[in-house]
């Protein structure tokens, strides 16, 4: 059973790294839980302490993650309409790969400011702009976050490795 909390817990923390680039995978969530599966193996110490602090760390960001992008349009003068169509545009740039991911909420929040004001195209430029800033910050918050919880998982299972292998007789 530990083998397979490792490898569930390994898999899950892959999946946070990729959710904090992709917005339709969880990001640090998921890597906790893949932390959180490695202390329920028998072979790890519980340390409830660690998992209620990095549960905590892991809720938080995944809170302010959902106003990061909206408080750049806001900063930027962007509207409720830019800051909506920042999200739609993510959604439709992970159709387009990595730069569809990048630039689809730049061009969903322009498209949105265009459409609430048409004849103010520096206030949505500069509005997408901020949007664009809030994506990136969002992104690398929860990209560096999952690859803390990444580390954390390799380094308590490599402190243990050979407690995993070692089979009773």
């Not at 830019?82 to 545009?89: L, P, T």
Request: glycine share 14%; net charge positive.
């Amino acid at each position: 059973m530990d083998i397979f909390l490792l490898i569930l817990g390994f898999l899950l923390i892959i999946i946070g790294l990729a959710g904090s680039l992709l917005p339709v995978l969880p990001g640090p969530l998921a890597s906790w839980v893949g932390l959180l599966l490695l202390y329920l193996t028998n072979v790890i110490p519980n340390d409830w302490t660690f998992i209620g602090v990095t549960f905590a760390i892991a809720l938080i960001i995944t809170v302010i993650d959902n106003f990061i992008p909206a408080i750049g349009t806001k900063k930027f003068g962007g509207t409720k309409f830019g800051v909506r169509g920042s999200m739609v545009g993510l959604i439709i740039g992970m159709f387009f790969g990595p730069l569809g991911i990048i630039f689809g909420p730049f061009l969903g929040a322009f498209i949105g400011e265009i459409l609430n004001d048409s004849r103010n195209g520096q206030k949505a430029l500069k509005a997408a702009f901020g949007s664009f800033i809030g994506f990136l910050t969002s992104t690398l918050l929860k990209f560096i976050m999952s690859l803390v919880f990444a580390g954390l998982f390799i380094a308590k299972f490599w402190e243990y490795k050979s407690a995993f292998f070692t089979f009773n007789q």
